[in-house]
């Protein structure tokens, strides 16, 4: 078997490494990118993701610049207002509303949102179409040597490769940040997320919402229309045990269960997917970068699903490692480059993972006196204008 030389290695192609090969790829870099398991890109088969990714106004910016924006748009479905509603009293209805608008910090939405096997299926075509990626899914990453001058990477398959840079994209239990002797804080909560779409009769207007009462938010955010109607992506976070009952309940009764979790603000919803299940923690490498290794995405941060940063920010650490690679491209992966980029995302990154933390903390509580205290929170910061434009430059990442 014939040995590869690159000038990028990805191990992992998740949506944030086929996202990474793209964007280096149309650079003009040369990128293997590979990953064990193939991408699911149709909606309704087996291992389908059913969460949707809403891209914030920065991430559009890179995936202009990797060549898929234009494939992406016809899909989009804008997110204008992100409202929050608390319905943490004695019976589960709203009791507090407030509503972040776009329109009052920008002229675009927050950002657009899009089903992840939608977001795969475009992403593998780009990839497919670009000369400068090779993308090889089936085939991982066994092992890593690196050297001052380059990385040395066997591959399932038995072949090796040579690359100046190694960007581990491959998940929160990334084999290479480990060959790379890099650790990790994680915190766990004991919750876990069920992902699904739902059609509805009430027209959601571009409108995200995010619904509090206890054990994690339940959150509708905006998808095209399904089969004529209204539809939204659902995440709903709650104790671990709780949310895989309703994983398995039968799906009458799940929907009735929903709905009342909605508190009805939608109508009835009706399940338009399979259901999927998703394990929350939060977790921070303690590095970014080791020598010819540059990690991004989970490999760097697992965050909760909450105000649409996980995948955010694995654009951001995106955009930040290809403008260090365009500003000299001839030490590309050098000592100093990934120093800088350290430098440049772990502050940003510690303060998400930490901001992240406390909310999903906030939004699992349980007790009258603590949902109380939760909905004063909400108020008295949406009651003063420049703290509630900040909150939202600082949720899009443009402060
Ligand atoms: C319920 C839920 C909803 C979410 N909603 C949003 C949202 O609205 N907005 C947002 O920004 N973020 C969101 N996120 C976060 C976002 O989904 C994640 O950040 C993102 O999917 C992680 O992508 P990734 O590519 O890092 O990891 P993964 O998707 O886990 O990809 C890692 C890849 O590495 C591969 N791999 C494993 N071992 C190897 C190996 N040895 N060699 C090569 N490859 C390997 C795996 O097969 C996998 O394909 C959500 C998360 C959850 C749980």
């Given at each position: 078997m014939t040995d590869t030389t690159c000038d990028i290695l990805i191990s992992g192609g998740g949506i944030a490494g086929m996202t990474a090969a793209a964007a280096f790829g149309t650079a003009g870099f040369r990128v293997l990118c590979v990953d064990p398991a193939p991408p699911v890109i149709r909606r309704d088969d087996d291992g389908a993701d059913m969460r949707s990714t809403a891209m914030l106004q920065p991430a559009r910016r890179v995936l202009e610049a990797a060549g898929l924006w234009?494939?992406?748009a016809p899909h989009a479905a804008p997110l204008e207002i992100m409202r929050i509603v608390d319905a943490g009293g004695e019976t589960p209805e709203p009791r507090l509303t407030k509503d972040f608008k776009a329109a009052d910090i920008s002229e675009q939405?927050?950002?657009?949102?899009?089903?992840?096997?939608?977001l795969r299926r475009?992403?593998?075509e780009r990839l497919n179409a670009l000369e400068?990626?090779?993308?090889?899914?089936?085939t991982g990453t066994h092992s890593l040597f690196t050297r001052s001058r380059e990385a040395r990477v066997r591959l399932s398959d038995g072949s090796a490769v040579r690359a100046r840079l190694v960007i581990a994209a491959d998940g929160r239990n990334s084999p290479v940040r480990e060959a790379a002797g890099i650790g990790v804080q994680t915190s766990r909560y004991g919750q876990k997320a069920l992902a699904f779409a739902v059609t509805h009769p009430v027209a959601h207007n571009n409108v995200s919402t995010e619904i509090h009462r206890t054990g994690g938010p339940f959150t509708l955010v905006p998808l095209p229309d399904f089969q004529g109607r209204p539809s939204s992506a659902i995440v709903w976070m709650d104790d671990g045990p709780l949310a895989l009952e309703r994983y398995q309940m039968p799906v009458a009764a799940f929907e009735a269960a929903m709905t009342e979790r909605s508190c009805g603000l939608f109508g009835p919803l009706t399940l338009a997917s399979h259901r999927t299940i998703w394990p929350i923690i939060s977790q921070k490498s303690d590095r970014l970068s080791a020598e010819r290794v540059a990690l991004i995405a989970e490999a760097a941060h697992v965050v909760p699903p909450i105000g649409a940063q996980g995948l955010n920010m694995s654009l951001a650490d995106t955009a930040c490692?290809?403008?260090?690679?365009q500003a000299h491209p001839e030490t590309m992966g050098d000592r100093q480059m990934l120093d800088a980029y350290h430098t440049a995302r772990f502050r940003?990154?510690?303060?998400?993972?930490?901001g992240i933390d406390?909310?999903?903390r906030a939004s699992q509580v349980s007790t009258p006196?603590?949902?109380?205290a939760r909905a004063a929170g909400l108020q008295a910061l949406y009651a003063v204008a420049p703290v509630r434009k900040t909150l939202m430059q600082m949720g899009l990442g443009v402060r």
């Open positions: 234009e494939h992406l939405p927050f950002g657009w949102n899009f089903p992840n096997w939608l475009e992403l593998s400068t990626v090779d993308f090889r899914p089936g490692l290809l403008e260090l690679a940003d990154i510690s303060l998400r993972v930490q406390l909310l999903n006196a603590l949902r109380d």
